[in-house]
């Protein structure tokens, strides 16, 4: 089954590209690698939740917002080579605005990779890094990034 009717079949639909915010583009080819820019939680063109995890937001909610993160760089590959061009997934590398005393990031990053799962299945089996920082740019709580690989 193709990547794009998994999603449908998850009831899922990949939003609209998200706009830039710096001096940068949502995705890059190099060979059969497609690598995104970070991705935030952004819904219908807005920032669908601030602050930091541990804090104000719950590792809950923080996973669910790493699924839209996913979502959002799916659809910057799908712009890009269209996303049914996805052999697999290589890297995800997930950034967690965290309190100081949040030590969950894996299961904030869970959110982002049991996406990915559910969508390429055992081409979804990836690498990754789940990092804890000070603050993301928006005040968002999650940011992710894909590397994935394409056919030629």
Not at 35 to 53: M, R
Request: aromatic share 4%; hydrophobic share 50%.
């Amino acid at each position: 089954m193709s990547a794009l009717a998994r999603l449908k079949e998850l009831g899922l639909a990949l939003p609209a590209v998200a706009a830039p915010a710096g001096a940068y583009i949502p995705a890059r080819r190099s060979g059969n690698l497609v690598f995104t820019a970070g991705q935030v939680p952004f819904v219908d063109g807005k920032v669908a939740a601030t602050g930091k995890v541990g804090d104000t937001v719950s590792a809950e909610q923080a996973y669910d917002l790493a699924r839209i993160c996913t979502l959002n760089a799916l659809a910057a590959i799908d712009g890009l080579v269209g996303l049914d061009a996805v052999t697999g997934v290589v890297k995800v590398v997930g950034f967690v605005a965290s309190d100081p005393a949040f030590t969950g990031q894996p299961g904030v990053v869970n959110g982002a990779s049991d996406l990915l799962g559910e969508v390429f299945g055992e081409a979804g089996a990836h690498a990754r890094s789940a990092v804890g920082v000070a603050v993301l740019p928006l005040d968002v709580p999650v940011e992710v990034e894909l590397t994935v690989e394409v056919g030629s």
